[in-house]
């Protein structure tokens, strides 16, 4: 039982394999959380202590209790406008203009199996069990029901909170929050995801200041700018040590997580959909579900903590995974020619990408309407006649018949002023009556809280689908949300727009990936702009970014590997130099780095050398071998970007019998000091050979070796001397019997 409920302490205790949570109904019934942490044994509601903090105000009920104030006691869910001046999880008003919810226990439930929420993407299992636990603020009438899944092998708490109006008249939500946690004692600091278009996932780390700091997005989008990932870790906490808890919604909208140091030296930490710009009309008997959240906890530092989100991802929240080494190794026709092709020049890159052994030939923008720059065509999904004049189930019959899997570039959400779409429907753009609309790429937002649009999208999608032999699609999504009004809503619904896109998104892809479980799915919004476990339900994998640079790359893909599987990394071998920072690297390295991801091409193989068009052959068959252990190994950061002269990250087999090893050399020096690594995750005991050390970009070689696991992980490995311009190396080590 992952989920025991105790009689007398009125308590509900939720324990994982290294966690405990509890929580307990106290005075007035007012939910209290008692603890989250290490696993212990008993009732944590020793801990907190009744003391007067001034100006902290005491419900009516226990005015004989000065020092008893939900201002200092932690919550399980916190209120507004009933005594507890921290961050609020949910605020209501009604008809009346009462504002404010006080919320007390009504009941629970313990059930088997794991709870869905409304038009969201949730988490799944069998091996989950689920607590309901319904809260009631008797004056507005409005009902709060906290969900609580626990996954106990797999270290996973998820939370959210079905908030329904139970009351006689309407309700207006201001605010609704998936899950509220408060971390009463210690010090922490606050690890996020922060940073822009061809710069995503940038790992910060910092000590939290008084007062309130935020993780947010209102840009329709989780965004570029700033991940819907937390962590919070004790100063002392490393990759290999120390405690984490990690916040991260499955929400691909306006996100938003504050992190409050309060007076007393408690940290709370309230996530779910940004309030800012937010309301939601409740009418009597209507729910609102916010979305699900997966908390995490590690004893043992950060690299534990992904490994438990890794896992996780791919085989709970991902509804279509695909095991990397299953999905095809594709060639993107975009940075090879962007939108300058036809048919012959498509045909030409299909050949050059079946001579060299990829998989699938994926054309990316510009095959549709009569698109020849992004200033036109979104919204035309059909071919483009002069540059595909025989039509695209011609050109896709012949890419087909070569043997090549085919994959399509769309942008849904999309209407270009210049197509045939907008001319049509005008009134399916976002856009206030009369002003004019902002432009971002030249385009504009299709409304997709409105059905008829989601229907027609389905419609257009599924006939592409169903007529072509498509088996992937790439779905982008260049420009964020603004004039934000729809013609379908009612005055005070509007509020609830940038929630319903979000829902109207979620409901085209969730018929999508039904309707084509085949197809596989890869999510994009300029580079990684919506990088995110709501997205990740349904495509497995999610173009990291636009820059291909392989540096760049090391530190956005080392940002997301704190939260995100290697799986879900979209990453390819660009061309050199760089088309987005003009810098030149060896061409083994771009591999390597595109290697910690789902790997792929995107450059014209035309414009390669004879040598250069051998190296790729090569490289996909050291990455057909190691694929499995890349997309499904536990992953262990070595190096930080910028922290070293290297970058290094390691994968282990579930099995520990083999491990890839991976490093970058970024700061070349005269004179070297000795490269030297620790490697983790092995078996103490066990030999392992250095089967292949491959080096790319520098001369240099190793010796067999054959050592222990011990040895390579505390005594660690001596590279040779790599000289060279961002050189890098892949080891691969085999346990031997
Ligand atoms: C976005 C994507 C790119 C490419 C272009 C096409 O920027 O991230 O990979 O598909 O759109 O316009």
Redesign the pocket.
């Known amino acids: 039982m992952s989920i025991v409920f105790d009689n007398e302490k009125h308590s509900f205790t939720l324990t994982t394999k290294n966690s405990v949570y509890q929580m307990q109904i106290g005075p007035l019934g007012y939910l209290l959380h008692l603890y989250y942490g290490r696993r212990a044994e008993g009732c944590f509601d020793y801990l907190h202590l009744e003391r007067d903090c001034g100006f902290s105000p005491n419900p009516y009920g226990l005015q004989d209790k000065r020092g008893w104030s939900l201002d200092t006691m932690p919550q399980e869910y916190s209120g507004t406008n009933c005594g507890d001046f921290r961050l609020s999880s949910v605020d209501a008003e009604t008809a009346s203009g009462q504002c404010g919810a006080d919320l007390h226990y009504m009941h629970h439930e313990i059930r088997p199996g794991k709870y869905t929420l409304e038009g969201l993407p949730t988490a799944f299992g069998n091996e989950c069990e689920t607590l309901s636990v319904t809260l009631r603020d008797e004056t507005a009438g409005l009902e709060v029901e906290l969900l609580y899944g626990v996954f106990e092998e797999k270290d996973m708490i998820t939370r959210a909170a079905r908030i329904r109006n139970g009351g006689s008249g309407p309700i207006r939500l201001r605010k609704a929050a998936s899950a509220c946690l408060d971390l009463p004692f210690g010090e922490w600091e606050l690890v996020h995801f922060h940073g822009r278009h061809t710069l995503e996932r940038q790992f910060a780390r910092q000590v939290l200041m008084n007062g309130i700091q935020t993780v947010a997005s209102k840009r329709g989008a989780s965004s570029h700018q700033h991940n819907p990932f937390v962590i919070l870790c004790e100063p002392e906490t490393t990759e290999g040590a120390g405690s984490c808890f990690g916040v991260m919604p499955v929400y691909s909208g306006n996100h938003r997580t504050d992190i409050e140091l309060d007076q007393t030296g408690s940290v709370r930490v309230v996530t779910g959909i940004n309030s800012e710009g937010f309301s939601w009309l409740l009418e009597p008997g209507q729910c609102f579900d916010a979305p699900e959240v997966l908390l995490t906890y590690s004893p043992s530092g950060f690299a534990a903590l992904s490994q438990t989100y890794h896992r996780f991802l791919r085989e709970n929240v991902c509804r279509h995974y695909i095991p990397l080494a299953e999905r095809p190794i594709l060639l993107n026709s975009?940075e090879a020619m962007y939108f300058d092709f036809d048919e012959d020049k498509l045909l030409g890159l299909a050949g050059e990408a079946k001579e060299l052994g990829v998989d699938m030939l994926v054309i990316?923008?510009g095959w549709f309407g009569h698109r020849d720059d992004?200033n036109s065509s979104l919204g035309d999904w059909f071919p483009n006649v002069r540059k595909l004049p025989h039509g695209l189930g011609t050109l896709l019959q012949k890419i087909d018949s070569m043997g090549l899997k085919i994959g399509l570039?769309v942008e849904p959400e999309m209407v270009s002023e210049d197509s045939e779409l907008f001319r049509a429907h005008p009134d399916w753009a976002l856009r206030v009556p009369g002003r004019a609309p902002t432009l971002g790429r030249s385009q504009l937002v299709l409304d997709l809280s409105r059905p008829e649009i989601v229907n027609w999208l389905f419609e257009t999608l599924a006939s592409l689908l169903r007529e072509l032999p498509i088996a992937y699609i790439?779905w982008?999504m260049?420009r964020h949300l603004t004039d934000l009004y729809s013609g379908s809503l009612p005055a005070d619904r509007q509020g609830e727009l940038p929630h319903r896109y979000v829902l109207g998104l979620y409901d085209l892809l969730d018929r999508l990936t039904k309707t084509f479980p085949d197809v596989l799915f890869e999510g994009?919004a300029?580079?990684g702009g919506r990088f995110d476990a709501g997205m990740l339900a349904y495509c497995p994998q999610i173009?990291c970014s636009?820059n291909t640079d392989p540096v760049a790359r090391l530190s956005i893909q080392y940002g997301t590997s704190f939260g995100y599987p290697i799986s879900a990394m979209g990453a390819h071998v660009s061309t050199a130099p760089n088309h987005q920072t003009g810098r030149t690297t060896p061409f083994g390295t771009r591999a390597t780095v595109a290697m910690a991801g789902t790997f792929g091409y995107e450059l014209d193989p035309a414009k390669l050398t004879a040598a250069e068009k051998d190296e790729i052959r090569q490289q996909l068959k050291r990455f057909r071998a190691l694929r499995s252990v890349i997309g499904e190994g536990d992953y262990y950061r070595l190096a930080a970007p910028g922290e070293r002269r290297f970058t290094a990250w390691q994968q282990v087999s579930a099995d520990k019998r083999e491990s890839l090893v991976s490093l970058v050399l970024t700061e070349p020096e005269a004179n070297p000091r000795p490269l030297h690594i620790k490697l983790k995750g092995l078996e103490s005991d066990a030999v392992y050979a250095l089967r292949e050390a491959a080096f790319f970009g520098c001369a240099a070689s190793m010796p067999q070796l054959r050592l222990t696991g011990s040895a390579l992980m505390y005594a660690g490995v001596t590279l040779p001397i790599m000289l060279g311009d961002t050189p890098s190396v892949q080891m691969l080590w085999q346990k031997e019997d």
């Open positions: 975009w990316d923008d992004d570039w790439k982008d260049n994009c300029g580079g173009w636009d």
